[in-house]
């Protein structure tokens, strides 16, 4: 059996996969430095096939050349080697070009050891590639149950992306990865103000396409009467008003990608033309005769729910099906609370800058709150919040009681924590400290009912996974606290299996100090 290859400057990190490698019955080899493993390489006999390795598991950030210089090189000695990068520092350039570059698959620390193992099977057991690069397929990006305990891509934002442990946010971004080397329809679905136009940009800018145009029209923005024009474009004469050629977003577009924006809402007679250019890749200008071919790659994009409009009967099914090739779905902020603290920082930065005025920051109080609150406006609301703080508040640090009035009545339901803060403005149930009795079983059963029935009142969608989220980071949370962070306790208290609390443990932005840290 050949060995699997093991590149990483962290001890530990060495230590931990192959105690878990040699216990799944693979031979392991070691390496604590890139040129270490490179002499490694040009020594390896090519009449002894078994001294090379089945795979290549390589840290990127390390001392002298970093994991992508050593997949490049790696990739011209051993061509058809299944090579995982891993790292704690993602973000969208590393992660696209590791895909592009011939990499098996991107792992995020800090990661479920069990499920590094399984991926790290899969790639021996997959062999050589023919042509060594993955093939892009297509991806649902809402994360399984045993994805979910990756962490680290980035968060999507206006002039750079920033670091995220929202595993949501990882799969979109290994997905932008894969698709860097196709030209795929795309459909990104989420909640309004998730930023589906900026990682359709991504895809865009990180395609083989980069070079031509990126064009976006917002099918809900545009009247109805004109918006087949805007699309096709109209010859001279067509209607009143034409008094020119007019092209249309569609030639616009050509070479390069069109993004098509609130899709959902397009007219049913616009979505037979649709369906038309996808298949055909030509259309007609509006009054023309001539048919006009086109290289457009769809991205498309909405907040509403196409499968239920597709059974009333408001969206056509095989238009549907043609753009649901590739599905990007977004999470809302309430589903990423942990990249709050960084948004706001940026948002605040960037207000800061704008306005030619100190950025502002946030108490430890004031960032409780704006991470317990819920966002309907997801990531654009966040912003505007940003703004608003930093026009409206006179001291340099923001306090509970400087935070809009939405923050502060969403606090005073009854749902949070009291802050320390002694500016805080509005109402707010004490709570038990640690380790002390709450009294009756039932005091907490009525305070959540009456936090249900508050977000019930305000018609906050996806209440059940939002409380689910919180109802477990708050178990597990105690559970790691009662025993001293050690994860097997933890576990031992709760009834559940070790992996599974760090799985769960990794999906909600808890750490424990008994796993493997990533580096600082």
């Known amino acids: 059996m050949k060995p699997i290859w093991i590149l990483d400057d962290e001890p530990a990190m060495r230590w931990v996969l192959e105690r878990a490698l040699d216990k799944a019955g693979w031979p392991v080899r070691c390496f604590a430095e890139s040129a270490a493993l490179l002499a490694a390489v040009d020594g390896l006999d090519e009449a002894n096939d078994l001294q090379a390795p089945a795979v290549l598991v390589s840290d990127v950030r390390m001392p002298g050349p970093d994991g992508l210089s050593v997949l490049a ?19 969208l350039e590393t992660t696209v070009a590791a895909f592009t570059q011939g990499a098996f698959d991107y792992l995020a620390k800090p990661f479920d050891i069990q499920t590094a193992v399984d991926l790290i099977v899969r ?44 595993p949501a946010m990882q799969e979109v971004f290994r997905a932008i990865g894969r698709l860097a080397l196709s030209s795929a329809t795309v459909l990104i679905t989420g909640e309004s103000g998730t930023g589906k136009e900026l990682v359709a940009r991504a895809l865009h800018q990180h395609s083989r396409r980069a070079d031509g145009p990126f064009v976006a029209v917002n099918a809900a923005a545009i009247p109805r009467d004109l918006l087949e024009a805007e699309l096709f474009g109209h010859e001279r004469g067509a209607f009143t008003g034409a008094v020119q050629m007019r092209r249309g977003r569609f030639e ?12 959902g809402d397009m007219p049913a007679e616009l979505q037979t033309r649709l369906l038309r250019v996808l298949a055909e890749n030509s259309f007609y200008r509006v009054g023309g005769s001539r048919s006009v071919r086109v290289d457009v790659r769809i991205v498309a994009a909405t907040h509403q729910p196409l499968e239920q409009r597709v059974q009333a009967g408001l969206f056509r099914a095989d238009l549907f099906h043609r753009l649901n090739v590739i599905r990007l779905r977004l999470p809302p902020l309430r589903a990423r609370r942990e990249d709050i603290a960084s948004l706001a920082r940026h948002f605040l930065m960037r207000s800061a800058a ?20 819920d966002y309907p406006g997801n990531i654009r609301q966040l912003e505007n919040i940003c703004q608003w703080l930093t026009v409206m508040t006179a001291s340099p640090l923001v306090r ?43 005091d907490w059963r009525d305070a959540l009912a009456a936090d249900v029935r508050q977000r019930l009142r305000r018609r906050e969608p ?42 769960k443990c990794q999906e909600l932005g808890l750490e424990g100090p008994q796993d493997p840290e990533p580096k600082s």
């Open 462 to 503: 996806d209440v059940m996974e939002t409380l689910r989220r919180d109802f477990e980071r708050t178990l597990l949370g105690m559970a790691l606290r009662h025993a001293d962070g050690q994860r097997g306790r933890a576990a031992a208290c709760l009834g559940i299996g070790r992996n599974t609390l760090t799985r």
């Open 354 to 373: 704008e306005l030619g005025v100190p950025m502002r920051s946030l108490s430890a109080e004031a960032l409780r709150f704006l991470e317990r609150f």
């Open 252 to 263: 616009e577009a050509d070479g390069g990608t069109l993004f098509l924006d609130e899709i």
């Open 123 to 166: 790639a021996a057991q997959a062999g050589p590639a023919s042509d060594g690069v993955p093939a892009p397929t297509p991806v649902d990006t809402k994360p399984s149950a045993e994805d979910a305990s990756r962490a680290g891509a980035p968060s999507v934002l206006e002039g750079g992306m920033m670091p995220s442990r929202s």
């Open 73 to 91: 090189t790696v990739r011209e000695r051993l061509p058809h080697l299944p090579v995982i990068l891993m790292t704690a520092y993602t973000d």
């Open 400 to 442: 509970a009681g400087d935070l809009p009035p939405e923050i502060r009545d969403a606090a005073s339901d009854g749902t949070d924590e009291p802050p320390a803060d002694a500016q805080m403005a509005g109402t707010v149930h004490a709570q038990p400290a640690a380790g002390q009795d709450t009294g009756t079983p039932a």
